[in-house]
């Protein structure tokens, strides 16, 4: 480019360069912005994320579908990629609206819904298959590494700390 760049303040065209005006032709490809935490780094520190707390760094994944463009973006975040197909959701009244539609993405990706007893419930009246889990039975899958993914929200993810960590 610099050479090009000289080349042209001399007096050359692009042309005769076999260059041409114009845009590049589009790509077919989907771009996915990930954030990276310093969780891995940074021992002994709170690992919910809240409202106030901001990457320490991001990355991209790219491919011809969002799907893998997400998957390459969090594995080059340095986050594992998901085992299993089991997701154990938990969250409280307040957040159920959004659950849902995060579980009917879930299993319309082939996932096996696994929810805490008031987020089952909830699940259920509104149509979507949940396997109701104890405390005592999540701490029986996590030792067994069956659980690929954990959605909480604040209140549950103290009290996890609190209980598993």
């Given amino acids: 480019m610099a050479k090009l760049a000289t080349n042209c303040l001399a007096g ?4 005769e360069k076999g260059y041409s005006s114009g845009l590049l032709p589009e790509i077919k490809s989907v771009a996915v912005k990930v954030p990276v935490f310093s969780f891995t780094k ?3 520190v709170h690992v919910t994320l809240g409202p106030e707390m901001k990457s ?3 990355v991209i994944g790219m491919a011809n579908d969002a799907e893998d463009a997400l998957s390459k973006g969090l594995l080059a975040a340095g986050l594992p990629e998901m085992k299993g197909e089991k997701v154990l ?4 009244e307040n957040d159920e609206p959004q659950i849902v539609s995060i579980a009917e993405n879930l299993i319309a990706h ?7 007893e008031g987020t089952a419930v909830c699940l259920k009246n509104k149509g979507i298959q949940a396997d109701t889990v104890r405390t005592e039975h999540i701490i029986h899958l996590l030792e067994k590494d069956e ?3 954990i959605v909480f929200d ?3 993810a103290n009290q996890a700390e609190n209980t598993f960590f």
């Fill in 12 to 15: 050359q065209l692009l042309d």
């Fill in 42 to 44: 940074l021992k002994n």
């Fill in 56 to 58: 320490t760094g991001e």
């Fill in 89 to 92: 959701l938990a969250v409280t």
């Fill in 110 to 116: 082939g996932k096996q819904i696994l929810a805490a």
């Fill in 147 to 149: 659980i690929g993914l």
């Fill in 154 to 156: 604040d209140e549950h």
